[in-house]
């Protein structure tokens, strides 16, 4: 079943337009800060939790973009992105299932 997409989120402030496109390399999403865009391949409408999870790591990338983080000398903003996905995110699923 395919899923609906909103058609822009805000992160801290500013305006993404969210748009989903066939992506070369079959990157599950993309986000271009320059144009504000946040890209989602089509192939994650076919399941609710890629689709949620592709669109969350991608606003991650627009928030550290945002706070001028992903700006820094010497910084590695997949992996930052990856841990939050794959560490932060589970445990705080777990302990708010809880509170």
């Known amino acids: 079943m395919k899923r609906k997409l909103p058609t822009s989120v805000t992160v801290g ?10 992506i070369e390399d079959d990157d599950h999403g993309r986000m271009l800060f320059d144009e504000r865009k946040i890209l989602i391949n089509t192939f994650c409408l076919d399941k609710a939790s890629l689709l949620r999870e592709t669109l969350r790591h991608e606003m991650l990338h627009a928030a550290l973009h945002v706070s001028g983080v992903a700006f820094m000398e010497y910084y590695d903003e997949e992996v930052l992105v990856r841990a939050i996905d794959h560490i932060f995110f589970p445990a705080w699923d777990t302990i708010r299932e809880k509170l």
């Open 13 to 22: 402030g500013i305006r993404f337009q969210i748009v989903c496109q066939p």
